[in-house]
Structures are given as structure tokens and as C-alpha cells.
């Protein structure tokens, strides 16, 4: 422990000395105004390519700013949202500066369920980071202490990276953030319920059109291929977590995704070429091919997401879906977990309100009147399930659950918002031991009310709310208070 208090006040008094501004390359998963902002925009058209990945690029979002001009046809929502979005972009992209930050939190329980957050995972941390960017290359180093952790690492370095721009292809290696789908309060593959996994990540810098006649249809298009380790407390100690992603906006109020991630190898499990392969062409269930449990290859998940902004009806409103795969069936994904929801945005008080109202189930074949139970997220050989340290890595409620969740944000151009989140939940409906949330059945709501501002100090956060859950293992009911901040070193 000492060791690690050492390496944090070391990245303290880098911070301390290093010159003062901002720079990423990246707009990271977890700040809920941030992608209100760019949603917000992306539905006026102002933003063309796709904003379901997560982390976005900030090359392609400040391209698509850099060629808009046409701000009097925006309203005045519109235009807090794009005067948020261009000073954030302003920072993030200076060149050969450095940024440094110190950051905290304290809390009264920490919330059972995340949504889109980049809230603190324990009753206490402390964190320090200093970053970098060039023209080609950036990096970051992140630590956090923790005080109790619920995977007893109480030393992280969460959020850190180093990455380059090679041709339009930025590849990082890191431990970030993801977040695939449309959904606010959830991703049914890949989200930032459990941190972030260390390994690899390959996505496009700038995101145009393809200029062929055959594939210029699709539109601004986005890929994202990720291959990370998982943590070695596990059945299978150390297996790979691989992922691909593809994005397309055939229409700008349209925006399409296919997703497959899948764990493969680890301690005793083969990884050679040909495991690989019969991974990727989907010849990875027993019986096939002559596999049996020695050397089938994996567990996959795969399926798609869709988010129409309407346009048939005076409202601001859109519709989004997602469904993703535990099975394969003749070359598709089957036996499907859902997500549907629908948001809409108006100005209310010369302030912009979102509303988003989301439903989701984990149970596999969710539309059936009897779905099939024990099986999201779980699999016969890598039995601590679809999980990285103890935590779901697509949903968080784990299999076998269902959610329906209100959440609200209002918002203007002062930097402060306030956020409001409401969520039914009925988690683990069969029981299931290696379940994140409990190891028996529970019901349960969870009520939450913050208020965050952003100026040159920093960030703050404050939360008030409550939950009530009965599980076993551990008291997850009552009052939720919690502060944070994140203060830049200028």
C-alpha cells in the first residue's frame, strides 16, 4: 500500500508542475451533458457521424462543427448545446499542452445500478491524472485510490492510455470507457457498468462517407475493434474479451449498429489460430465441427441497434432499440435480450429538457410469455459469466433482469445542469450464484436527484437520492448522498 501512495503523490506532483490547458483525443463515456449536447446536435444536423460508440473522436465531432455554419436556423437549445460542445472541443484539442487534474468523491452508498455515468465506484476515492496530445500521438495517466472496493483493488489506473493517429485509424492501448448502443441507462454488450478492461482499441479518426456508388448509402460510417484481458480471479483465470462494432447513418435522423464481442481463450483454454478462426466465422458451438468442451472456442454475443429521430410528428422525439444475442442459429444471432426506449427534448423556462423513458430485459428470447432463464451473460465453460471484476460488462443489471427506468436532465448555457433518475428494477429472476447484483431474486427502485457545474475551478457534483433493495449479501437500501469534483490544475 505504501508503494501505491508513493506512485499516487508521484502523479500529484507531476500534475502540479506540468503546464496548465487540456487535451484529449477522445470525448469519453460518462458524461451525460456532454452527450445530451451531442445528441442534441446530432438531431439538428450538425453533427453527421455516428454517436452511439463511445469513446467518440474529437477530430471527427470538431470536423463536422468546423462545417457548419448555418447557426440561425438553431434554436436557442441548440445553440447552449453548440456553445457547450465548441469550448469543450476548444480544450480538449490543444496541442503539445498538458493537462492535470486531482479528483475525489465521497458517498453514502454508491447506487446498485449505474446508468451513462462516469460516477465514482466506491464510498470513497481520490485520483489524480496528467495527459498529453500531440498531433499524432497522446496519453494519460490515471490513478485512483479506492477505500473498500468491491473487487478489493483499491489502486487503479483506470482511464489511462497511450495512442496514436496512423493514416485515419487511431489505435490506443489502455484501459477506457466504453459504451456501444443507443440506450441512456443501459448497453446490452458493452457498457461502463464494470471498469473498463484493459487491452487494445482500433476506431477511425475522421468519419466520412465511403466514396463508392456501392457502399455510399450507408453514410458516415464508424468501426471500433477492441481486444482486452479479462482479470484473473475467474473459473477461467484470464481470458481475451474481443469486440467489433460498425456504425452507419444512412439519413442524418438515422443511425444503425452491429455489435459482436465474445471471450475466448484463457488458463487451459486453447488459443491457437484455428480457435481463433472458428471464433470469428461463428463455428464455436459444441457438436459443431467435431468441438467438444475441450476445445470449443468461446462465448459470443452479437446483434444490432437502431435510433430514429422522428419527423412525422411537431415533437422533438426519438425511438431507439437494441437486441442482442446469447445464441447462434444459422449463421444469425438468436435467442435475444431487448432494450427499447424513446426520449424527447423541448425548451421549458429558457432552459432544455431531456426526457428518456427505457425498458430492458436480460432473460434470453424476452419477447417469449416464457422466456429462457439462466442464460444471458452465463455460459457452461466460462462459468463467472459475461463479467470483468465482478461486475456485468454489458448491462447493468445483469441476466435475468428487467428495468424500467425515467430519467430527466435540464440544462442551459451556464454550465450547470441538474439530472434526475427513477428506476423499477426485478434483477437475477432465476437464481443464479455468479449474479453481480444478488444471488437471489430481488425487486427494487432506485431514486436519485444531482446537480453538476462546470466552470474554470473544475467540476462538481453533488447527489441526493435513495434506493431500496433487499439482498442477502449485502445492505443496499436506504439514503444515497454523495459528493464529488474534479479540479483542473490551471
Same mark, same amino acid.
Given at each position: 500500500?505504501? *508503494?501505491?501512495?508513493? =506512485? +499516487?503523490?508521484?502523479? !500529484?506532483? @507531476? #500534475?502540479?508542475? /506540468?503546464?496548465? $490547458? ?111 496530445? *500531440?498531433?499524432?500521438? =497522446? +496519453?494519460?495517466?490515471? !490513478?485512483? @485510490? #479506492?477505500?473498500? /472496493?468491491?473487487? $478489493? ?122 480457435? @481463433? ?214
Amino acid at each position: 500500500m505504501k *508503494s501505491a501512495i508513493k =506512485a +499516487f503523490l508521484l502523479i !500529484v506532483n @507531476l #500534475a502540479w508542475v /506540468a503546464a496548465a $490547458a487540456h487535451a484529449e483525443p477522445w470525448l469519453h463515456a460518462g458524461d451525460t451533458l456532454l452527450r445530451h449536447d451531442i445528441t442534441m446536435l446530432a438531431d439538428a444536423g450538425v453533427i453527421t457521424s455516428p454517436i452511439s460508440t463511445w469513446p467518440l473522436s474529437v477530430a471527427s465531432v470538431d470536423a463536422d462543427l468546423q462545417r457548419f455554419t448555418a447557426t440561425q436556423n438553431l434554436n436557442q437549445s441548440q445553440l447552449d448545446s453548440l456553445n457547450r460542445l465548441q469550448r469543450k472541443i476548444e480544450r480538449e484539442k490543444n496541442l503539445q499542452q498538458t493537462r492535470r487534474t486531482v479528483s475525489g468523491a465521497a458517498s453514502r452508498e454508491v447506487p446498485l445500478v449505474r446508468s451513462f455515468s462516469d460516477i465514482a465506484r466506491s464510498d470513497l476515492e481520490v485520483g489524480a491524472s496528467i495527459s498529453q496530445l *500531440s498531433n499524432r500521438f =497522446a +496519453f494519460r495517466i490515471d !490513478v485512483q @485510490l #479506492a477505500d473498500n /472496493a468491491k473487487d $478489493a483493488k483499491n489502486v487503479r489506473l483506470d482511464g489511462s492510455y497511450v495512442a496514436g493517429v496512423f493514416g485515419n485509424t487511431i489505435i490506443s492501448a489502455g484501459a477506457v470507457d466504453k459504451w456501444w448502443g443507443p440506450g441512456w441507462q443501459g448497453s446490452l454488450i458493452y457498457s461502463n457498468n464494470a471498469r473498463p478492461i484493459p487491452g487494445i482499441a482500433l476506431q477511425r479518426n475522421f468519419v466520412k462517407p465511403f466514396q463508392s456508388k456501392w457502399l455510399s448509402w450507408m453514410g458516415p460510417w464508424n468501426y471500433m475493434i477492441t481486444a482486452g484481458q479479462l482479470e484473473s480471479d475467474r473459473v477461467i483465470p484470464n481470458p481475451y474479451h474481443l469486440g467489433m462494432r460498425l456504425t452507419f447513418k444512412p439519413r442524418y435522423n438515422l443511425e444503425i449498429g452491429l455489435s459482436r464481442t465474445a471471450q475466448w481463450g484463457g488458463d487451459g483454454r486453447p488459443t491457437t489460430s484455428d480457435s @481463433l478462426l472458428d471464433l470469428l466465422l461463428g463455428q464455436d458451438n459444441r457438436g459443431s465441427d467435431g468441438l467438444d468442451a475441450s476445445t470449443e472456442p468461446g462465448n459470443q454475443l452479437a446483434g444490432f441497434d437502431i435510433r430514429w429521430k422522428q419527423g412525422l410528428l411537431p415533437i422533438d422525439l426519438a425511438l431507439y432499440a437494441q437486441a442482442i444475442g446469447e445464441d447462434e442459429a444459422g449463421g444469425f444471432p438468436s435467442r435475444y435480450m431487448g432494450l427499447v426506449g424513446m426520449e424527447h427534448s423541448q425548451t421549458i423556462f429558457n432552459k432544455n429538457l431531456r426526457v428518456w423513458l427505457e425498458y430492458a430485459d436480460t432473460a434470453c428470447d424476452f419477447l417469449e410469455s416464457k422466456p429462457k432463464l439462466n442464460c444471458a451473460y452465463t455460459h457452461s465453460i466460462y462459468q463467472s459469466g459475461y463479467r470483468h471484476r465482478g461486475e456485468s460488462i454489458g448491462h447493468a443489471i445483469d441476466g435475468d433482469g428487467r428495468s424500467l427506468s425515467f430519467a430527466a436532465i435540464l440544462s442551459d448555457d451556464s454550465q450547470v445542469d441538474w439530472q434526475m433518475q427513477l428506476h423499477k428494477l426485478n434483477l437475477n429472476r432465476a437464481p443464479d450464484n455468479f449474479h453481480s447484483k444478488s444471488n437471489v431474486p430481488v425487486d427494487g427502485f432506485q431514486f436519485e436527484l444531482a446537480r453538476t457545474s462546470n466552470n474554470a475551478w473544475g467540476r462538481v457534483r453533488g447527489n441526493i437520492g435513495y434506493q431500496d433493495f433487499d439482498v442477502p449479501r449485502d445492505d443496499v437500501s436506504g439514503l444515497m448522498i454523495g459528493l464529488e469534483f474534479t479540479k483542473h490544475l490551471d
